[in-house]
């Protein structure tokens, strides 16, 4: 008896004895009343208003329905290539006999010809059915609800999309916009200069041709802020995500959910964790909690960082000559220089066994003294390491 795994599927796996393929558990036990044809198309999960994970496969040149929970095989269509395009309401499929596009939406147990309206377009958003359609010189987007009615048209000249999985924004060269939400029309402000989105915030930056900004929240698909904001910018370190916002002279940092925690007159702000904050002023800069209680005094060196190892939060700052690491009571733990000496090889982070390690390089520590030295290994902190190539061997 032949048994070869072909392909994981979160806490299942699909094996294939001889001729038949099944789906198991992580004890061996078989989930599906039949076996799966040889092209297995994948796991779908998280179907909106039903209970059960579902998963998709050809046998016989025909689409088959199973469920993981509640195992029971359902013929979906015959004729049918692979799953082109699926989000969390719908998967499309084409009928290669026919050359016809379909819809399957899972929880309605529905299946829909999809008509051809131009060059279908798949998005996360699950409430509409997109295409683009193409002129002489541009494309253009367009929209249909799952009946096919049109919600967004050529005319409209739409050549930009945001999208989440609940909510979308389309804008054109003029600045008109259209948003829905859960497939419902919101309002939104004409005008639109810009709408800057990240795929790892739920907050994104809007801004008007009047150059004023504001912050929206994808999630909700409400505006956090009015248009009142002169600077409005991404904060890339560390995540999650935030956001520094200025108006006038004030500034304020909002976190990953959109709340401001810090408003002062600094030139800049960046969240470290959810109750740290590195704030500048005069070229200067400190740290602070949400209530602005100095943590760690203004003199800050010129990079900060905050590092995590063995589930503890550091603060590491390095100047010219020295670093100095934190903990997050503004407790001094390690300071060290080198020798008075600009070392351009300082100290750098690895990666090894999902722990997190500082390690330095032998160019580094040649420049310390025995008593530096001696100081390197407070609370497991540090590793000493030398380089070999581009890979690291750690010394114990």
Request: a positive charge; proline letters at 2%.
């Amino acid at each position: 008896m032949n048994i070869q795994r072909i392909q994981n599927l979160e806490n299942q796996c699909v094996i294939q004895i001889n001729d038949e393929s099944y789906v198991i558990d992580s004890t061996g036990n078989i989930l599906l009343d039949k076996p799966l044809g040889f092209q297995l198309t994948s796991l779908y999960g998280g179907i909106q208003k039903s209970k059960h994970d579902y998963i998709f496969y050809e046998r016989n040149d025909s689409l088959f329905r199973n469920s993981l929970n509640d195992p029971k095989e359902k013929f979906i269509l015959n004729q049918t290539g692979h799953i082109v395009a699926r989000n969390s309401a719908y998967l499309k499929f084409n009928q290669t006999s026919t050359d016809t596009d379909y819809l399957y939406f899972p929880s309605t147990d529905e299946l829909k010809v999809a008509p051809k309206k131009g060059n279908f377009m798949f998005l996360s958003h699950a409430h509409f059915i997109m295409y683009n359609v193409s002129d002489e010189y541009d494309y253009y987007y367009t929209a249909y609800d799952y009946e096919f009615k049109k919600i967004v048209g050529v005319k409209d000249k739409f050549n930009t999309v945001h999208n989440t999985n609940d909510l979308i924004i389309f804008s054109n060269d003029q600045g008109k916009t259209k948003a829905f939400y859960k497939g419902k029309k919101i309002k939104f402000p004409g005008k639109i200069k810009k709408i800057e989105s990240r795929d790892d915030s739920r907050l994104w930056i809007v801004e008007k041709n009047n150059s004023k900004k504001a912050i929206f929240d994808s999630q909700t698909g409400k505006f956090v802020t009015k248009f009142n904001l002169d600077e409005v910018k991404f904060n890339y370190f560390p995540n999650p995500v935030s956001i520094f916002a200025k108006k006038g002279n004030t500034s304020s940092i909002y976190n990953a959910q959109g709340i401001k925690k810090v408003n002062g007159k600094y030139d800049n702000i960046v969240l470290l964790t959810n109750n740290r904050f590195a704030v500048k002023k005069d070229k200067k800069t400190a740290v602070v909690d949400e209530y602005e209680n100095v943590i760690i005094d203004y003199g800050l060196g010129r990079d900060y960082e905050i590092g995590t190892i063995n589930d503890r939060s550091f603060i590491v700052s390095s100047g010219s000559y020295e670093k100095t690491i934190f903990d997050l009571d503004g407790n001094k733990i390690l300071y060290y220089e080198f020798n008075k000496k600009k070392i351009l090889d300082e100290p750098s982070r690895i990666v090894t066994k999902r722990k997190h390690y500082f390690a330095f390089r032998k160019s580094v520590l040649k420049n310390l003294t025995d008593e530096q030295l001696s100081k390197l290994n407070p609370c497991d902190i540090w590793i000493l390491a030398e380089k070999y190539g581009s890979e690291f061997k750690l010394v114990n």
